[in-house]
């Protein structure tokens, strides 16, 4: 060929492919036009946009990347950064995570809308878990509160907050059910009962996409981790997870499938594998139950690296195999394996993977951005109007006090040392923790500031001045990140003196210890339930000279407080409760509000106990038995410390008239009559148990299957009424199957799982 007929040629073919490209982004504008945005409106629109896309493009949209360069500086020029900014131009990449700020949001969102050839706008994750600026009270002590109204107004602001700064979509909630205190992320869920956590679940679910998802501040949620991570063996992160099949359906399945039935928009699988087989590769879980059973239409999204570390468990030889295994398996989205983007087109050309489950996926990526709304408008979670109401939002921080007084557990009030008198003199306060405005605000936090919590002495000073404070000892050596392994003083005490000669001094003591707020999370697992470092010394100290001790605990997992439990008079449970830590705390030491928490998971004795939860099986060998033929251990009691559903108010309650009418077996009705037997008003949460006594598949000796917080005055009496249908009544047989049988249950209500009135009635 000539030079010129080459050239010719050749600005033909760029002229031709120019036109296709400016013709497809316009059908593409084109079909944005729609206004109604009902669910067959955006399977057609899906559809339209699918249409136009090239495998390459589709493949981009199952990649997601994580946050990468400073944006708003000098575009990135050679390494990881370039090749992901390239990757953006190219329409290779579907969502971005940890990217936040109107400013970076719209950035990024400009170079994919404008730059690639059709435009499609990224979504935005980022862990959103408890609060986004403003922070909430970990996960778990929002369970505490058993308000499921409050628990979704928490995910409700978290939303708000994160949405003004340009994220669409949380990695939220996470409703693994946790059973073994020494996992470090039981700090994020809900604890360990499957109704508590369904309900608990659905109400995040709720909270953060609202009633209208399009909104622009909503954000789709995230189920997650799907499934069995909680379950990780000898409770290390990431440790291989084998469970029974009814274990699976009876315990991990049903809190999925309540976001589900709550709407939830996404799911998350897990790094762990499931009895031999990968989450992220598990077609069992994503495909068979997932998408088939549960006919779930939103898309999975791996967990970070989940893809690329089956080459460790030694299920994919390489990224090739892991893009074949997961994409096969209903693995939508590859969360920063650089599987997907490398391999999944060649796999296609090879017969590997099939055309349709890639449609699959992307349509089921495109179905979320499109109720979203992005595709109606890219930037419409980038506000610096709204991105300003964060820098101090009143109203959220009062939303969150609520939420952290109400996620305090009283677990012990001996004499009633407390509520403290607001006039009371000489008050010692003690424990690194609670001059501390870190530590109280948690884990996962990466979207706030850190010391920024209301610490306990702050929190103290709007009530009293008649206080001192000494030390102690530091709980933790060196500097506290997410990423970094924390150092724990295991040795320094050389400032007990002074705190014992304080203790001296007062009439009363408050000591603040407990773990720090990154001593639970992610891969914080730990092989001790105590106080850690030398805190237990500094306990027993000050017990020494002074023992009218109230000992506020901060702590994102059960702990095994034993001998404080033998010996200090008063123990207030405060977990790590958030930006308002410090108030909270406060008004529930003076009285101003009258603790109402109940523990979402067993505090066990000591770590040999764990797991150890409320509603395990009976054995074979139930006791006590005289002989040492029964299921127990020789060195400690069986029992817990605190149960399930435990908690104390500064007023009491009694339980009568337990009554079951089951004269209509679809809907057993229960009642219980609970009067407030004290002078002050106070909140309980009633609880109602079952033990299906005889069952084809063994049922646990106690199923909580009901609960209600109510209010009581001085002397008030209320009777309330459960329901229980099949739903409460059935269980999963190992096949799966949903089914319910005749047969004696025993029913109980009561204030924990371990007291109450009981009877049986016969379904
Ligand atoms: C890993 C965690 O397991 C997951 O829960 C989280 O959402 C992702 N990292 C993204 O940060």
Redesign the pocket.
């Known amino acids: 060929m000539s030079n010129n007929r080459f050239l010719i040629a050749y600005t033909l073919i760029v002229f031709t492919i120019a036109f296709i490209g400016c013709k497809q982004k316009a059908e593409l504008e084109a079909t944005n036009k729609y206004s109604n945005t009902s669910v067959k409106n955006i399977d057609e629109r899906v559809d339209s946009v699918l249409k136009l896309m090239t495998l390459t493009e589709k493949v981009g949209q199952m990649n997601q990347y994580n946050g990468f360069w400073e944006i708003t500086g000098p575009i990135p020029k050679e390494g990881n950064a370039k090749m992901k900014y390239e990757h953006l131009k190219m329409g290779l990449v579907g969502s971005v995570?940890?990217v936040q700020g109107s400013v970076n949001v719209r950035k990024l969102q400009e170079i994919v809308v404008k730059e690639s050839r059709l435009g499609i706008p990224l979504i935005f994750?980022f862990?959103v878990i408890h609060g986004h600026k403003t922070l909430s009270p970990i996960p778990l002590a929002e369970a505490a509160s058993w308000d499921l109204k409050a628990i979704e107004k928490s995910a409700r602001v978290a939303a708000i907050e994160a949405s003004a700064v340009g994220i669409n979509w949380t990695?939220?909630p996470?409703v693994d059910i946790s059973r073994d205190a020494r996992w470090g992320?039981v700090m994020?869920g809900a604890g360990e009962d499957v109704y508590l956590g369904s309900k608990i679940g659905a109400a995040r679910v709720k909270g953060f996409q609202g009633d209208d998802l399009a909104a622009n501040n909503t954000i789709a949620a995230?189920a997650?981790?799907f499934a069995g991570?909680a379950f990780a063996e000898g409770g290390r992160d990431y440790n291989t997870v084998d469970v029974g099949t009814s274990t699976l359906y009876n315990v991990i399945f049903p809190p999925f499938q309540a976001t589900i039935d709550a709407g939830v928009r996404t799911f998350?699988n897990?790094?762990n594998v499931v009895n031999g087989i990968p989450a992220t590769a598990n077609k069992f879980l994503q495909r068979d139950i997932l998408k088939d059973k549960w006919q779930f239409n939103g898309f999975v999204v791996s967990?970070?690296g989940s893809g690329g570390e089956m080459i460790d468990h030694g299920f994919a030889k390489d990224l090739k195999q892991v893009a074949e295994l997961a994409a096969n398996a209903g693995s939508d989205m590859d969360?920063e394996s650089y599987a997907y983007v490398a391999h999944l087109q060649k796999l296609v050309e090879e017969g590997k993977v099939t055309m349709a489950v890639i449609d699959d996926a992307v349509k089921r990526i495109l179905r979320v951005k499109f109720e979203l709304g992005l595709f109606d408008d890219p930037y419409k979670y980038c506000s610096a109007e709204r991105e300003k109401t964060l820098i101090y939002n009143a109203k959220h921080q009062a939303a969150v006090l609520d939420m952290a007084k109400k996620s305090i557990v009283l677990l012990k009030n001996n004499k009633s040392i407390l509520p403290l008198s607001k006039t009371q003199k000489n008050i010692a306060v003690i424990g690194a923790l609670a001059n501390d405005k870190n530590s109280p605000l948690g884990s996962w936090r990466i979207g706030s500031d850190d010391s920024t919590a209301v610490s306990v002495i702050e929190g103290l000073k709007q009530y009293t001045t008649n206080f001192k404070y000494a030390k102690g000892a530091n709980l933790i050596t060196g500097k506290a990140s997410f990423i970094e392994e924390l150092k724990i003083n295991e040795t320094d005490k050389t400032g007990f003196a002074e705190a014992v000669e304080l203790a001296k001094k007062s009439s009363v003591v408050v000591m603040v210890l407990g773990e720090h707020g990154f001593q639970s999370g992610?891969g914080r697992s730990r092989s001790k339930l105590d106080l850690p470092g030398v805190q237990q010394q500094l306990l027993e100290a000050v017990y020494k000279v002074n023992k009218n001790i109230v000992l506020v605990l901060m702590n994102g997992r059960p702990l095994a407080i034993t001998w404080a439990n033998e010996h200090i008079p008063a123990i207030v449970e405060a977990w790590q409760l958030g930006s308002q830590t410090g108030n909270a705390v406060a008004q529930v030491l003076f009285g101003d509000y009258n603790p109402s928490g109940k523990l979402p998971i067993t505090f066990p004795r000591s770590v040999g106990q764990v797991p150890l939860y409320y509603s395990h099986y009976s054995t074979g060998r139930p006791g006590p038995k005289d002989l040492v033929f029964w299921s127990h251990y020789m060195d400690e009691s069986y029992k817990p410390l605190y149960p399930f559903g435990y908690g104390l108010s500064y007023a009491k309650f009694a339980y009568s008239n337990l009554t079951v009418n089951d004269a209509d077996k679809a809907n057993i009705k229960v009642s219980v009559t609970i009067t407030n037997t004290s002078k002050i008003a106070g909140e309980e949460v009633a609880q109602l148990y079952i033990h299906d006594k005889i069952a084809s598949v063994v049922r646990p000796v106690k199923e909580l299957k009901g609960f209600e917080k109510i209010m009581l005055k001085a002397g008030e009496s209320r009777t309330i009424t459960f329901t229980l249908t099949n739903k409460e009544l059935g269980f999963y047989n190992n096949d799966g199957v949903f089914i319910v049988e005749p047969g004696e249950f025993e029913v109980m209500i009561g204030t924990s799982c371990n007291e109450g009135l009981s009877a049986i009635f016969k379904l």
């Open positions: 995570l940890n994750g862990d990695f939220a996470m992320r994020e995230c997650k981790h991570y998350m897990s790094f967990d970070w969360m992610e």
